[in-house]
Every structure is written in structure tokens, then in C-alpha cells.
């Protein structure tokens, strides 16, 4: 049972509610009868719940001292008064009492009042616990956090996203996050879209990829916006969770495989070598001009087939030796021959590399020599050329397929899209 401070000047009254009490199991710490006391015995003892006369003599009533006994401690507080007017009960109301009981007190309506206020403060202490743990757990990330209610006035707000929109959070609390955030965005989720949609609340997850976010120091980081719906047991939106997360990393990695590629592309068309590049089964994946003249193909049409359709002595294993061969460091020569477009053949020599990507394992063409009979033209590329041209050929598709990976993985541990 509770250990209880009754907070009584008339003596009779105090004594007759101790007894009750008692008689209900409830110990009673003390009994005062001013508020300054009130103060002092709450303060050093403690008690589960006060039981407090709103009409004190001395300096202090009872409502003054029962707003600075719950604004210190948080102790649950119930009125006794013998008076029942409105002006009374408003001015208690206003000190937010667990309960309010009439003199003479009756044994069973104080039972029940102060059962009630017993559970009522155990679930406020309760949610107050957790509320602290939510606000610890969201202080700890690295992501800006902001809360907002269903009219998308700010709730809650961590440190980040302070630091980011550069106002305080108690001074942010109550704003509309629109006023308080520049961001290139042009207008932000309204939870009220999804009010009458049954279900969806509960799933809905928003994003939108790379926004702007303005810093107070105006410098500009990309972002990825998570907005989650916060809904309620009857799936109407209450709120909405804003996360920010920075994305400069992801965005730098992104940019510098777009210069590898550009680069690779650039090194593609500008080698001397004729260069294809397919997959195990033989379907064309790129090519280089020099191969497109060669073959007299464009490479929108190379791209649409098969090494079968104009490779005359495709081995009968397929590749898959060949891919062998490459994967373990040895040398594959090229040694077949090739039928162009306009039906005229000609033999090739060369070599054959790996050329792996995050998504599958690639073989490489490289042409030192290729004849057409119907011009007898040789090109002829030295040795140690080649040599460095394919060296730089692997090196370059193996820094594209590295950051590719890099770049998927983020992708894959946030959960986004990246935009084409």
C-alpha cells in the first residue's frame, strides 16, 4: 500500500483521514499543516502520494504548495476542501490534482480516489521512463530526428536536427517544420493525405532521394528523407517522424564512379585495339569503335546480339574454360574467326581477360590483329602496347566494378533508390 503526507490545519479532520487510511493499509509518513511544512516533509521523506487541504492558514495555501511540491518531485496530489465552487475547482485544476474530495470525506470515496491516483501516476512515471529512453535512443544517432504532430507542427527534435535547422528545440516545439526548415524541397509529406485510407497509415514509408537541406553556416549537404506516418490504433494519422540523413559519402562515391565510368568510356573509344565484352553465354554487354568498325556493326545493334552471331568457331565448351583460364592468371590467347555484317570473314588474334562487375562475371576481347580478306588490311598492334592497353583496360573495369559494389551496398543498408 502507499505511504501517504496528509496536509490537514484542522486537527479533528487530519486525524479522522489517518485512520481511515490505516484502516485501508496505507501508512501515514506525517501529518502538517502548513504548506511551507508540506514542502519540507515531501522533499526529505518522499511520500507515494499527498493528500492536501486547499485552504491553509499561513502565507501559503495549499494549491501554491502543491504546485511546487509536482513541479519538484512529480508526487501525485489530491484536494480536500469543504468548498465546491466553480472559481475553487478551476483555480485546482490548473495544478493538474490526481483527485479532488469533499469534507466530511467519505472512506470509500477516498479508497477510490487515491487507488486511482496511485495507478494514473504509475503509468505517467511509466511512459515518462520511456519517453526517456525514446529521446536518449534518438539523441545517440547520427541522423537528424523530428517529430511532428498531424497539423506538422514540430514535437520533438534531436540535437542534430537542431544543429542542422539552427533553432533550439524547445523554441522550435510548436512551429510549423516548413517555417523552420530550409531545404530545396518545394513542399514536404501532409499527413492528412492518408486520414480516410484504411491501412496504409500503419505502412506508408516516404522518401524522397537527395534533397538540399540548407545549414545555418549556409553550407548545403544532400539528404535522404525518411517520413514515416505515425498512426493510431484506428490507423488515423497522428503524427509524422521525419529522418534526415546525411548523404555527402554516398554521394561523393556516386560521383567518382561516375568519372570512372566517364573515364573507362573515354579509354574505350579512344584505344587502338578492337575491344569486346561479353557474359559467359556469349551476349554482347559493350564495345569499343574500333570493334563497331571492325564488325561493321553500330553498338546499339553489337548490344542486341550474340558472340554466335558472328564468331564462325565459338569452342564447343562455350566460354566457360576460357572464364576458367582468365579467373586463375593465366593468359587466354585469341585465335578465331569473325564474320562482319556484310557477310565477309576474317580471322582475329588476340586475348581474352576477366572483366568482372558487381552484378556478373564478364569476359574481355581484345583484338591485336584482325584481316578482312575482301581489303587485306592488317592492323597491328606491338606487343608491349597491348600489353599496357589491357592492364589498363582491367585495371579501370575493376575500379568501376569496386564502387559499384561500394555503392549497391549503401544503397542496400539504407533502403533508397538512387536516381537515374
Known sequence: MGQILIVEDEFIIAMSIQSLLEGMGHSVVEVVHTGEEAIEVAEAQTPDLVLMDIE??????????????????????????????????????????????????????LRATIEMALVRHDLERKLAAHDRWLSAMLEAVESAVVATDNQSKVQFMNQVAARWIGVPPEEAKGKLLSEILRTKIHTLYDP??????????????????????????????????????????????????????????????????????????????????????????????????????????????????????????????????????????KSVPLHHVYQRKDDVTFPATG?????????????????TSGIAYDRHVRNDVQEVTFRELYQRVCQIASRVAQLSSSLEATQHFLSIQQPE
Open 192 to 329: 492528412s493525405h492518408t486520414q480516410n485510407q484504411k491501412g496504409l497509415a500503419a505502412t506508408l514509408d516516404i522518401w524522397q532521394s537527395f534533397p538540399v537541406i540548407r545549414l545555418p553556416d549556409g553550407q548545403e549537404i544532400p539528404v535522404e528523407i525518411t517520413i514515416q506516418p505515425v498512426a493510431s490504433r484506428l490507423e488515423s494519422v497522428q503524427g509524422t517522424l521525419y529522418t534526415f540523413r546525411d548523404m555527402s559519402p554516398s554521394k561523393h562515391t556516386q560521383e567518382t564512379l561516375e568519372a570512372i565510368k566517364n573515364n573507362f568510356r573515354e579509354f574505350m573509344n579512344e584505344a587502338t585495339c578492337a575491344i569486346l565484352i561479353h557474359d559467359l553465354d556469349g551476349d554482347i554487354v559493350d564495345s569499343n569503335p574500333k570493334a563497331n568498325n571492325l564488325l561493321r556493326y553500330s553498338q546499339s545493334d553489337l548490344q542486341n546480339l550474340n558472340l554466335s552471331d558472328f564468331m564462325l568457331d565459338i569452342p564447343g565448351n562455350g566460354f566457360r574454360s576460357q572464364f576458367r583460364d582468365a579467373e586463375s592468371g
Open 56 to 109: 491553509l492558514r499561513g502565507a501559503m495555501n495549499g494549491m501554491e504548495a502543491a504546485h511546487h511540491i509536482y513541479k519538484r518531485l512529480q508526487l501525485p496530489i489530491i484536494y480536500l476542501t469543504a468548498y465546491t465552487s466553480k472559481e475553487t475547482l478551476d483555480q485546482a485544476k490548473m495544478t493538474q490534482p490526481f483527485g479532488y474530495l469533499v469534507k466530511p470525506v467519505k472512506q470509500e470515496e
Open 351 to 367: 586475348v581474352i581477360g576477366l572483366c568482372a562487375t558487381q552484378e556478373q562475371m564478364l569476359l574481355m576481347q581484345v583484338f
